[in-house]
């Protein structure tokens, strides 16, 4: 069983950046393909990024590319969004998900732990 702990999320300012982690415990991250999900209130929890377990693959939905790099650091079990540029529609809970294989899918139901989750919140 792996555990995820998000962190990282606040208020900020349109334009500005912030870095959310997602720390893992319970089973070594590299076994786990990560991604990121958002969900706004009244909307779907929406698919953000993703990395495979080995970092080398990457995913991005369309309204992050270019903006938005996601990492992973397997020795400390922790997986990272730096998010830049950002604006108001980004704002939402970010969460944290793993799946046990490799998965290109964008839809949440293919991720089987997630964390609590992180606000983001964007002013204009």
């Known amino acids: 069983q792996v555990h995820l702990l998000e962190s990282g999320g606040g208020l900020v300012q349109a334009g500005g950046s912030l870095r959310l982690s997602c720390a893992a415990a319970g089973r070594t991250l590299s076994s786990y393909m990560m991604a990121w999900f958002r969900q706004a209130p009244g909307k779907e929890r929406e698919f953000v990024a993703a990395i495979s377990q080995s970092g080398i693959l990457t995913y991005y939905a369309e309204f992050m590319k270019g903006r938005s790099t996601i990492s992973r650091d397997n020795a400390k079990s922790t997986v990272y969004l730096q998010m830049n540029a950002l604006e108001p529609e980004d704002t939402a809970v970010y969460y944290c998900?793993?799946?046990?294989?490799?998965?290109?899918?964008?839809?949440?139901?293919?991720?089987?732990?997630w964390g609590q989750g992180t606000q983001v919140t964007v002013s204009s």
């Open positions: 998900a793993a799946a046990k294989v490799f998965t290109t899918s964008k839809d949440a139901n293919s991720y089987g732990y």
